[in-house]
């Protein structure tokens, strides 16, 4: 929720945005967790609200502190399981995929 003074201020995180999440992302977590995880989210949310006031405009952009090379090998096409088989094993398959419930759209 932004104000007039500063447009990048939030409102607070709530149990029930936590619970939510926690719901969509299939977590299985008790009033007591839900609390104490709101407490910790909380936290980090306001300590990048205090990075984002540091005047940063004299820092280079970059995407990781160090000096890092990536190590590549050579792409060798290996053999692989048999689609039928795996697909015979799953719970549920369709075109020659897994199907698997959606997760999106959930109302509860």
């Given at each position: 929720m932004a104000n007039a003074d500063n447009p990048r201020t939030e409102a607070p995180?709530?149990?029930a945005d936590v619970a939510k999440v926690a719901r969509l992302a299939r977590l299985d977590i008790d009033d007591a967790h839900v609390h104490q995880f709101t407490e910790q989210l909380a936290k980090v949310l306001a300590?990048?609200?205090?990075i984002d006031a540091l005047d940063l405009s004299a820092v280079a952009p970059m995407t990781q502190p160090y000096p890092l090379v990536n190590?590549?090998?050579?792409?060798?096409?290996?053999?692989?399981l048999d689609t039928d088989e795996v697909l015979a094993a799953a719970p549920e398959a369709e075109e020659r995929r897994f199907r698997v419930p959606p997760i999106i759209g959930l109302d509860d």
């Amino acid at each position: 929720m932004a104000n007039a003074d500063n447009p990048r201020t939030e409102a607070p995180i709530s149990e029930a945005d936590v619970a939510k999440v926690a719901r969509l992302a299939r977590l299985d977590i008790d009033d007591a967790h839900v609390h104490q995880f709101t407490e910790q989210l909380a936290k980090v949310l306001a300590h990048f609200r205090d990075i984002d006031a540091l005047d940063l405009s004299a820092v280079a952009p970059m995407t990781q502190p160090y000096p890092l090379v990536n190590v590549m090998r050579e792409d060798v096409e290996l053999p692989t399981l048999d689609t039928d088989e795996v697909l015979a094993a799953a719970p549920e398959a369709e075109e020659r995929r897994f199907r698997v419930p959606p997760i999106i759209g959930l109302d509860d």
